[in-house]
T-cell receptor, first 111, second 108 residues
Framework: DTGVSQDPRHKITKRGQNVTFRCDPI?????LYWYRQTLGQGPEFLTY????????KSRLLSDRFSAERPKGSFSTLEIQRTEQGDSAMYLC?????????FGPGTRLTVL | DAKTTQPTSMDCAEGRAANLPCNHS???????VYWYRQIHSQGPQYIIH???NNETNEMASLIITEDRKSSTLILPHATLRDTAVYYC?????????FGKGTRLHILP
């Protein structure tokens, strides 16, 4: 257990529905990251926060995706109008300056 | 794209040292080499990182060549629980760019 928690661990939804995932980072970490991992691939960077500011977004983060970190603590990742291609593991990580520590991930299945 | 290349898979006998190689020939002078591993269906687990000196912790040792173009992760006494995908990463600013890693099989 790294101290990074994610909720839920598993989510099954129907195509077209909206889903929201939560990440609670290690408490003293001011940086928070979201990654997506599809089967057989390494995780891919989605976005990065320093405190409450979203400082970088990947081109993978389409306009159906939105991430927030309102008080610089926990973060949410919302996917609107889900598609079958959104099925993946969504990973959250946190850090101070350098080493990122990952949570257990949320596995999303879109039917 | 990932800045590292690793073998797709490796086998190691239980109790022996597992030596996982990584090439990072385009690494810049201030970029660190990181190693993570991912056991099936779990999040990546940090193992070790280094800049140019060799590093050791309770999990592993990291040997970086003098020209920094390659490195080796050493698990000194591999156990079945070390079966995982091992990722060698050159950290680029604030994000980690993962490759496909090395799938390490520990053989009983």
């Amino acid at each position: 257990d790294t101290g990074v928690s994610q909720d839920p661990r598993h989510k099954i939804t129907k195509r077209g529905q909206n889903v929201t995932f939560r990440c609670d980072p290690i408490s003293e970490h001011n940086r928070l990251y979201w990654y997506r991992q599809t089967l057989g691939q390494g995780p891919e960077f989605l976005t990065y926060f320093q405190n409450e500011a979203q400082l970088e977004k990947s081109r993978l983060l389409s306009d159906r995706f939105s991430a927030e970190r309102p008080k610089g603590s926990f973060s949410t990742l919302e996917i609107q109008r889900t598609e079958q291609g959104d099925s993946a593991m969504y990973l959250c990580a946190s850090s101070t300056v350098d080493t990122q520590y990952f949570g257990p991930g949320t596995r999303l299945t879109v039917l | 794209d990932a800045k590292t290349t690793q073998p797709t898979s490796m086998d190691c006998a239980e109790g022996r040292a597992a030596n996982l190689p990584c090439n990072h020939s385009t690494i810049s002078g201030n970029e660190y080499v990181y190693w993570y591993r991912q056991i099936h269906s779990q999040g990546p687990q940090y193992i070790i990182h280094g800049l140019k000196n060799n590093e050791t912790n309770e999990m592993a040792s990291l040997i970086i060549t003098e020209d920094r173009k390659s490195s080796t992760l050493i698990l000194p006494h591999a156990t079945l629980r070390d079966t995982a995908v091992y990722y060698c990463i050159v950290r680029v600013e604030n994000k980690i760019i993962f490759g496909k890693g090395t799938r390490l099989h520990i053989l009983p």
